[in-house]
Structure formats: C-alpha cells, structure tokens
C-alpha cells in the first residue's frame, strides 16, 4: 500500500473558521498517515455510478472540496465530521469505520461518538429544509440496497418529481421522488381526494420504454394516512408514500398505492 504523499502526513488538525460550512475549532488528531491509495479507492466505490457533481451534493459537500480529496490535492487530512457525511451517502457499502481507518484515525475513538446530531423532534422543518433531509434518508437507503442505480436532481428530474433515479434491469426502471412535508390545504367543503389532486396530478405524466414509479416522501403520518385512504385509482402508474422520521434519519414505511396497474411485488423498495 502507498501512504501519504503530497504533504498529507500531518497527525494533527488543527481546524478553526469553518469547514463545508460546519464551525470548527478543536484539534482533530489522527494516529498515523493517510493511506492516499486506499483512502481514494474508497472514495471512488462510494461514488458508485453518480457524477461527482451529484455525489458532493448528496453528502452536502462542496465540488471543490470533494475533487480535492480524490484527487490528492489538500495539505491535511479531512476531519470526522466530513467522513460521516461521505459515508452516509455512500454506494457499495463504503462504511465511516472503513474511512476513519484509511485516513488515519482512531476508529474506536471517532465511531462511537455521533458527528451529527439528529433532528430535535420539536423542530419543524420548512419544505426546503425537509427536501434536503428526506433526500439524504433515501439516498442512505439507496446504498444500502442491492439496488444498481444513479439518481438525477434539478432540471434533470424532470418539472414533476424533485430528484430521481434510475436502476438498471431488463426493463429499466425510472423511479421518482417528490418530498412533501405538510398537509394540503384544509377546506371543509372539498373531499380529501380532491385535497391531494394537486399532489396526484404532478404524476400524469406517462414515458414508454420504462417501468415508471413515482414515490411521495413525507415526515407527516397524517399525510401518509391520507394517502393510503385516498389512493389515486385513475393513475395509469406504479404510486407509493414513503413514512420518514426526521428525528432518526431513517424511513418508517413504505406503501404502494392502489392505482389503474395491478399490484407488482417485483417493484423496488426502500425501508
């Protein structure tokens, strides 16, 4: 194995300011050299079949800081905190522990302490908020199926869905996500379908060639009941509501829908 070069063999960080927007100020020690070689493979795995671009902004990292790493380009190591967010966005099983240990750090001191709180249960989150959260719980999950997959955001999701991603099969399967964190609306003289028509109607759209699902991801149960109760029957598409908890990162549960397709068990699925 070839170890540090290119100046990257300092045992000890001291990190002030900030770092991918995170205040710094402590001393961040690693017990020996960065391992340049293994760390990079690593890294390279846990892009799997993502863009860089995308990649840097599922951990919530910037571009540039993250083609420094795989590129060997920066003077210290990176600190723990910035290792979490790698690894929980990570394809092929890339875990923190195996991260810690190719960058030189004491795996047992660092694995057990939590470098990101998760959420207050008496935060709320605005829908921005919420979107960038729910995308990090599906993404974490993404990787830890044995799904083969790449996901799109932006303009690239289409006008429809907030992000979505492709998985490779025979047919090829186009799944995407649209994150909601409230209720809609109340009106007391319109049924709750009629309340989730908006939500329904972002889906009308039908692409041949592909098995198409369209998945709402949601922190409210009341929403996810709502839902399950009122499904979209006229659909011509393959519809689910994913549960979330903010409060543990993680999802609750998943349903399929009830739309104008049958019911398919082969259909990919997250928990």
Request: hydrophobic residues 35%; charged residues 25%.
């Amino acid at each position: 194995m070839r170890h540090q070069q290119n100046g990257l063999n300092s045992p000890c960080r001291r990190v002030n300011d900030t770092e991918n927007g995170i205040p710094m100020s402590k001393t961040v020690k690693t017990e020996r050299s960065i391992d340049t070689e293994r760390f990079i493979d690593l890294l390279t795995k846990a892009q799997g079949n993502r863009t860089r671009t995308q990649f840097a902004k599922d951990c919530g990292i910037s571009l540039p800081h993250l083609s420094k790493l795989i590129n060997n380009r920066i003077e210290k190591p990176p600190i723990p905190s910035t290792l979490k967010k790698l690894a929980d966005h990570a394809a092929n099983g890339v875990t923190y522990e195996e991260l810690l240990d190719a960058v030189g750090y004491n795996v047992e001191a660092y694995a057990k302490k939590p470098v990101r709180k998760l959420l207050s249960p008496n935060l709320k989150l605005s829908p921005e908020e919420f979107k960038k959260v729910g995308l990090g719980i599906i993404t974490t999950a993404l990787t830890k199926s044995h799904y083969s997959w790449s996901m799109r955001g932006g303009k690239a999701a289409e006008n429809y869905w907030d992000v979505h991603v492709d998985i490779d099969g025979t047919p090829k399967i186009r799944w995407g996500f649209l994150f909601l964190s409230k209720l809609p609306p109340e009106n007391p003289n319109r049924p709750a379908l009629d309340r989730l028509g908006p939500y329904y109607a972002k889906v009308l759209h039908i692409q041949s060639g592909i098995k198409l699902i369209h998945s709402f991801v949601t922190e409210s149960p009341e929403l996810f009941d709502l839902m399950i109760k009122n499904p979209p029957f006229a659909l011509a598409m393959h519809v689910s509501v994913i549960l979330v908890d903010t409060t543990t990162l993680s999802i609750v549960k998943t349903v399929q829908l009830k739309t104008a397709f049958p019911d398919d068990p082969t259909l990919p699925t997250l928990t």
